[in-house]
């Protein structure tokens, strides 16, 4: 009985959680940071919860396009013209979308955005080991600073795209 509530309190550290239905879910860095107010910026007209939601978008674009796949396709083994890149019609829409929301990122805020929203990992300064000296303190405020810009760049990004299909 001990061992099973050990286990179940390590499963809840890292970053698992119950939803309503009783599934065991893993909660992404995204929303972890989201839980915890790294994604409020007072100054801003956009909400932690917009930030949240394009960073979504962002992560489902990628997977949807499936950028690196592709690249890793042996094309000598397969009877594919090589003179341009034949996709499936909804492949291709959130691969271009994609391609021009990160281009909408400047350079400086897009390591931030890609670590947190689709490599799912926590930013480096959150993995320091001493995060109580003054320097790890505000290289976490920077660097979540970035996070939140580039967001904010992803939302004025989806929101021009949104006004241009309509």
Do not use: W
Not at 23 to 30: E, G, Q, S
Not at 35 to 52: I, N, Q, T, V
Not at 72 to 101: C, K
């Amino acid at each position: 009985m001990i061992k099973k509530i050990a286990v179940k309190g390590e499963i809840l550290r890292k970053g698992y959680v119950k939803n309503n239905d009783g599934v065991i879910c893993h909660k992404t860095v995204l929303e972890r940071y989201y839980e915890r107010g790294y994604l409020d910026l007072p100054s801003s007209c956009f909400s932690a919860e917009d930030r949240k939601r394009v960073g979504e978008m962002l992560a489902k674009d990628y997977y949807l396009g499936l950028p690196n796949r592709l690249k890793s396709i042996d094309l000598s083994s397969v009877n594919i013209p090589t003179t341009g890149e034949i996709l499936p019609e909804g492949i291709q829409f959130y691969r271009e979308r994609y391609m021009e929301a990160m281009k909408a990122i400047p350079r400086e805020f897009r390591a931030a955005v890609f670590r947190v929203c689709l490599e799912d990992k926590k930013l480096i300064c959150d993995e320091a080991v001493d995060k109580n000296t003054l320097k790890n303190k505000n290289n976490s405020y920077h660097q979540k600073m970035l996070l939140n810009l580039g967001l904010e760049r992803l939302i004025k990004f989806y929101l021009q795209k949104n006004k241009k299909s309509s």
